[in-house]
């Protein structure tokens, strides 16, 4: 049976069927056909760049690559979770899982028993620290406190190596800790420096906008999935297959850019303050958030991500071109929508609601999720006439005009007397249309680390010392 593969996001929405946002599914040329019985394990750790649980659905780029994979080799998948990525590995090779996801291939392809797959994701090793701790610029500057690494994060030999070359140079290992929470360390104070993958800090700047990069500890390595050695080679050539059809047709490429691109370009003040602004504000209105998304079945901290972005969930915001309220909504389109008052907060949520779904609902339905409500979005700061006079402009130059990622590129064309005086509509902030629809996406993933709720157990576990408690600064 051939199958005509491609990602594919599914529409923001609550519903368990649709997971949020972080979907991504294969199209099969046979409607009925199901996946078989037989089942492919595949091992990875709990991780907001691997896999976690969120609103009752599983995702996370790892967990996402690993579906599809899934899917392409029509097998049910089973996932199996380690505490770190060194017990991956041995659950790997007990026999206990099939495939290991997301590691490092210099780190693990030396292993006898293993086979590295298709590298497909570039990452750095990076020395952190948390603002308001010094800053070390290189190994020497570490002294007196210690380098936290998380197990399997670098080899001993490595670290026996840089010690020969930096003689003050020590370490800590935390054989029963993961990247995510040696984070959670640097985050807490509770130690000053530790090494971390690039991508792991990337995604944990959401959360901890604090962080920040010392120095890159080497250069730039790969990840890979990784299989056990034997004799049938069939998964492995399975493996090239697969990364090769996602490279070709750019499914890859999209993934990237979903998990990773809304937050490339960080803002440290504009994500300090929609923190605060999280805790200060947000609990004003969440009930209402929810209930109206519930309505239109839209995962809530979309909608709130909405919000922020318009009004910074102010609900008496005012712009000088007059629009008001949460959703900052015109005149003409709260009437369109049928709300009388844009300042009250339910209504502004419900009117916001409403328009973005219409418009939604008007792009035409050859057009995949996600890009579909990026297109909507966009719409809404812009309105639907320049957004088509942007794709017709993308078309005209070459590229997809049902791809958000082409269509951003040529929004901005929008200002260019030399391409606007060929569109029905006009001249358009097109710069602006595609910073906002941006900053939603960085505000909504957000709101997705911020909302995610830890085991119980962790939250019961008595404080830990910061670094301010310490009798002495050696670690």
Known sequence: MKKIFSFKLLRICATPILVVLAACSAEITDDNAELSQEKIRIVTVYSPTTYFVDTDSETGFEYELARLFAIYINHELEIVVADNKAEMVDILLSGNADIATGLVKQTFEKKPDLIAGPEYFTVT?????????????????????????????????????????????????????????IIDMVEDEQIAYAVVYSNEL??????????????????????????????????????????????????????????????????????RRFITRFFDRLP???????????????????????????????????????????????????????????????????????????????????????????????????????LEDARVITEKNGKNPDKWQDVKTYLPYLQNSQWYKQT??????????????????????TLIQLTHEEPIEQLVQPRQPRLADLPSMVL
């Open 202 to 271: 990337i995604t944990a700047k959401q959360k901890y906008p604090d962080l920040r990069t010392a120095f890159d500890l080497a250069a730039p390595t790969s990840l890979a999935w990784f299989t056990k050695k034997s004799d049938d080679q069939g998964l492995q050539e399975k493996l090239q297959s697969f990364f090769k059809e996602i490279e070709s047709n750019e499914s890859l490429a999209e993934m990237i850019e979903h998990f990773y691109g809304p937050v490339q370009k960080f803002d440290y003040v504009d994500q």
């Open 424 to 445: 029905n509509y006009g001249y358009a902030r097109g710069a602006e249309a595609v910073t906002y629809v941006e900053r939603i996406r960085k505000y909504y993933n």
């Open 284 to 386: 004003n209105y969440e009930s209402i958030f929810k209930a109206t998304a519930n309505e239109f079945e839209f995962d809530w901290r979309f909608l709130a991500a909405m919000s922020y972005q318009e009004s910074h969930w102010n609900e008496r915001a005012r712009s000088p071109t007059g629009v008001r309220g949460l959703m900052m909504l015109t005149l003409d389109t709260a009437k369109q929508v049928g709300i009388t008052n844009r300042l009250d907060p339910k209504q502004s949520i419900l009117g916001g609601a409403r328009y973005i779904k219409q418009l939604i609902d008007r792009i035409p339905e050859r057009i995949n999720e996600p890009d579909r409500t990026w297109f909507a979005l966009a719409a809404y700061n812009i309105g639907m006439g320049h």
């Open 125 to 181: 090793q990076q020395v952190i620290y948390k603002l308001g701790i010094d800053r070390p610029r290189d190994l020497d500057d570490l002294y007196p406190y210690q380098l936290h690494i998380a197990r399997g994060g670098l080899r001993v030999d490595k670290l026996e190596y840089i010690k020969k070359q930096f003689p003050e140079f020590s370490w800590k290992l935390h054989p029963d800790m993961s990247s995510s929470e």
